[in-house]
């Protein structure tokens, strides 16, 4: 008799509407009938998954989390921190879900169990934030805290709408903050009400926000930066290019890099895949390519042709 894989379930309950509840079953049994010997644990406290990961990941031949992007950011800051690797599955639950979207990852619950287990790993980038993680957005500034700010009940109820809302509560209160960025041989000194180092086509629920030709195994990220505005005119246009989606206008400044610093004088609040990830005077993100591999559809656009072709890695 052919010998079972192992497969560590790990959920959050609560995240979304808590939908995985009425899920549960029927998740196992796509796992059970792929092949795999289940192990389940639900998330007990914050970092739980982050360090059950960490520890225990070398026992199984495939880990699927389920929850929001937190959850997400956890199982794969547990897997960073391990030499050796398993891939990762991952079924959304969250209020956002903003990289399972860039992965192309079902909304159903049961069809993204079907891709975590009968999908093909794919090798994407992951961002280290001084000594700390992040699967596709580390920010600063304006919104920023609006994702861990809002109650998860309004979450629950609105969906993306709660953070939009959040928001606009802020608007009269702008803060900027003066910092010094540098990355490759350039220099940009300035004063910022918001900055984004990404990996993703969407954030906080925006898609294309994050720029154009976005790859999530090239490399590099894309960052995104704004300075103040000085008055009412200079704030519409920059609201403007964002919402039309472009980033044409001296307000804005878009690249590319691979490794960014920043530097300031007063403690800036980061957020971390939409946790709050501390305040920080000067750190420096880099981009570690393809380090972590994530189970997608076997057709999916973005997988290297040769990898469709063979389906490597697929479970049959």
């Known amino acids: 008799m052919k010998k079972r894989k192992k497969l560590l379930f790990v959920l959050n309950p609560y995240s979304g509407k808590g939908q995985i509840k009425n899920k549960l079953l029927e998740i196992v049994d796509i796992f059970v009938k792929n092949g795999y010997r289940v192990t389940v644990h639900t998330t007990q406290c914050p970092q739980d998954a982050m360090h059950l990961v960490e520890k225990t990941a070398g026992k199984y031949d495939l880990v699927v989390c389920s929850g929001g992007d937190g959850t997400l950011d956890e199982t794969v800051t547990g897997m960073m921190r391990r030499e050796e690797r398993v891939p990762i599955g991952y079924i959304p639950a969250g209020s956002t879900n903003d990289f399972a ?79 010094r960025v540098e990355y490759e041989d350039k220099v940009i000194e300035d004063e910022f009400i918001y900055g984004m180092v990404s990996n993703s086509t969407s954030a906080g629920g925006f898609k294309n926000i994050t720029g154009k030709d976005v790859k999530l195994d090239d490399g590099v990220f894309e960052v995104t ?92």
């Open 225 to 316: 930066l704004i300075r103040m505005p000085k008055n009412p005119l200079e704030l519409n246009e920059i609201i403007t290019c964002l919402t039309n989606m472009r980033q044409s206008t001296e307000y804005i400044y878009s690249f590319k890099t691979d490794k960014i610093k920043f530097i300031s004088q007063e403690e800036i609040p980061w957020t971390l895949d939409g946790e709050y990830g501390g305040s920080h005077t000067e750190l420096v993100i880099e981009n570690e390519e393809k380090a972590v591999e994530i189970m997608v559809k076997s057709d999916a656009k973005f997988l290297p042709r040769q990898q469709k072709e063979q389906g490597i890695g697929q479970i049959v």
């Open 101 to 179: 979207g860039s992965l192309k990852i079902p909304k159903r619950m049961e069809k993204a169990a079907e891709v975590a287990v009968e999908g093909v790993p794919f090798s994407c980038d992951i961002g280290s934030f001084n000594g700390d993680y992040f699967v596709y957005i580390a920010a600063f500034g304006i919104f920023t805290d609006v994702s861990y700010g809002t109650s998860q009940e309004l979450k629950n109820r609105i969906g993306h709408a709660a953070y939009i809302i959040e928001g606009l509560k802020r608007l009269h209160t702008i803060k900027s903050y003066h910092m």
